[in-house]
């Protein structure tokens, strides 16, 4: 017995590299890879798989079925798959409401964006959260469908949802066992207000760019997250707008790690076309690639996706953020479920770089 709970926690282990679908890198395929039974040792009918009874975790929320039914609908294929389409929505929507705080589509919106997520009136939709506001009410607090968000002052959540995913003797995640777990963030997380520099004046009119990925290694990701963007500006497009006129958005590729040109091309056409607010992108290096670019052209970049620490800390001039949560967040879920399962013995086999050496050193903590 003991010797196959040491072959469970490394199998467990194993799984955050196959079921994390938090965005630090490009190693995510192996999730597309595992998640439909696409590996060597598949099941045949009649036998139980390799991977039956291996358990991870990754961030994910336990969406609505309406929802789902609403990015289905937004013309894209996704394949039965809604990773960070909530959060895609749930960053579009912040924005836009940052936008109607601040009264302006300039740099000063980023000073609002965490602190319509925190410590004010409770609010879950744009339209109701924009009434507060133009009301009088202008200190809100927007709890989305990712999850409440509660932004820290580096711009990043201190509350987020895990879902801790099983195979089954079909060598496939079953929804149905799917347990779901909500994470803080330690109190040094929750830093104080990073400052906003900046002068780039806005025009009256919000444009979003999108910075997700199309084409590479995370085009599976594309689908659900470009719907979440398409929904969040149909929602807040038909409640009125913030300032007064409706969103534009121009949509672009980030590809992915491997691919830099792509998103160096997308972020300069959209930088020249005047976008307020880029969401994206996917991968925490591919967003490392150009956020200097786009942080110094006075634009606020938003990721539904990324989850490096290096982005925690970074010199973003106060105009990054992201509703994914940090690494930090996901070791004290894994803890949690090395102990529920009584183990007390593991062995660690992670990526040799800050995705995955960053979340072996918070697991141990």
């Given amino acids: 017995m003991q010797h196959r709970k040491r072959l469970q926690v490394l199998a467990l282990l194993v799984g955050v590299t196959l079921l994390a679908a938090a965005c630090s890198d490009d190693n995510k395929t192996s999730t597309a890879a595992a998640s439909s039974g696409a590996s060597s040792g598949a099941a045949k009918p009649g036998q139980k798989g390799a991977l039956d009874g291996m358990r991870g975790t990754t961030p994910l929320v336990d969406l609505p079925a309406d929802f789902k039914t609403k990015l289905a609908a937004q013309g894209l294929d996704l394949q039965n798959t809604y990773n960070y389409g909530a959060e895609s929505y749930d960053a579009t929507v912040v924005i836009a409401l940052a936008a109607e705080a601040a009264g302006t589509d300039g740099v000063d919106m980023a000073k609002q964006v965490n602190q319509v997520t925190r410590g004010?009136?409770?609010?879950?939709?744009?339209?109701?959260?924009?009434?507060?506001?133009?009301?009088?009410?202008?200190?809100?607090?927007?709890?989305?469908?990712?999850?409440?968000?509660?932004?820290?002052?580096?711009?990043?959540?201190?509350?987020?949802?895990?879902?801790?995913?099983?195979?089954?003797?079909?060598?496939?995640?079953?929804?149905?066992?799917?347990?779901?777990?909500?994470?803080?963030?330690?109190?040094?997380?929750?830093?104080?207000?990073?400052?906003?520099?900046?002068?780039?004046?806005?025009?009256?009119?919000?444009?979003?760019?999108?910075?997700?990925?199309?084409?590479?290694?995370?085009?599976?990701?594309?689908?659900?997250?470009?719907?979440?963007?398409?929904?969040?500006?149909?929602?807040?497009n038909a409640a009125g707008g913030p300032l007064g006129t409706n969103i534009t958005v121009e949509e672009g590729d980030s590809s992915d790690a491997q691919n830099p040109t792509v998103g160096t091309q997308t972020i300069d056409r959209e930088l020249s076309g005047n976008v307020d607010a880029i969401v994206g992108a996917a991968s925490s290096a591919v967003t490392l690639n150009v956020i200097d670019k786009v942080t110094s052209a006075g634009v606020v970049m938003f990721s539904p996706a990324n989850t490096s620490k290096k982005l925690s800390t970074y010199p973003d001039k106060g105009l990054y953020f992201r509703d994914a949560p940090s690494d930090i967040l996901q070791g004290q879920v894994l803890g949690e479920v090395v102990t529920e399962d009584n183990v007390s013995t593991v062995g660690l086999l992670v990526l040799n770089d800050a995705y995955g050496t960053g979340l072996a050193d918070d697991f141990t903590t």
Avoid: H, W
């Fill in 120 to 236: 004010g009136t409770k609010c879950t939709s744009y339209q109701q959260c924009d009434q507060l506001i133009k009301g009088g009410t202008k200190d809100i607090d927007y709890d989305g469908v990712s999850g409440s968000l509660e932004f820290s002052g580096n711009g990043e959540p201190t509350v987020a949802s895990y879902g801790v995913q099983q195979f089954n003797a079909q060598d496939k995640i079953d929804d149905a066992d799917t347990v779901f777990k909500t994470a803080k963030a330690p109190t040094a997380a929750d830093v104080p207000e990073v400052p906003v520099e900046g002068t780039r004046a806005g025009d009256g009119v919000l444009k979003v760019g999108t910075f997700l990925p199309v084409t590479g290694s995370l085009a599976f990701l594309g689908p659900p997250m470009i719907s979440g963007v398409r929904l969040a500006i149909a929602d807040i």
